[in-house]
């Protein structure tokens, strides 16, 4: 992929937002209802931190692999999905 072609609203871009919601939201559940983690607080946090980093590291794996060219835009849809998250747990 090239820089040229790392469209805003390429379906990516919606996969990296909606798995990064996902998976914020799954890392809250188990440390709330497996971990017993609390307070809430920590637990929304502690969710937030693992989802970025697994974003942070597959991108790294990408460049790594040569499979794709990481992209910052794939770091910042990850960031508003996981925004997007802690909004729904907050105010849900």
Do not use: C
């Not at 946090?45 to 991108?59: H, N, R, W």
């Not at 925004?83 to 747990?89: D, K, N």
Request: net charge negative; proline share 2%; hydrophobic share 55%.
């Amino acid at each position: 992929m090239q820089w040229a072609q790392d469209y805003w609203f390429a379906e990516d871009k919606w996969n990296h937002l909606t798995g990064s919601f996902l998976g914020t939201w799954f890392f809250y559940m188990l440390n709330v209802f497996v971990f017993q983690v609390k307070p809430f607080k920590t637990a929304w946090i502690f969710a937030v931190i693992y989802t970025f980093l697994i974003g942070i590291i597959i991108e790294i794996i990408q460049k790594i692999m040569k499979e794709d060219d990481p992209s910052w835009r794939d770091v910042v849809a990850n960031t508003i999905g996981i925004a997007l998250a802690v909004l729904t747990i907050l105010w849900g």
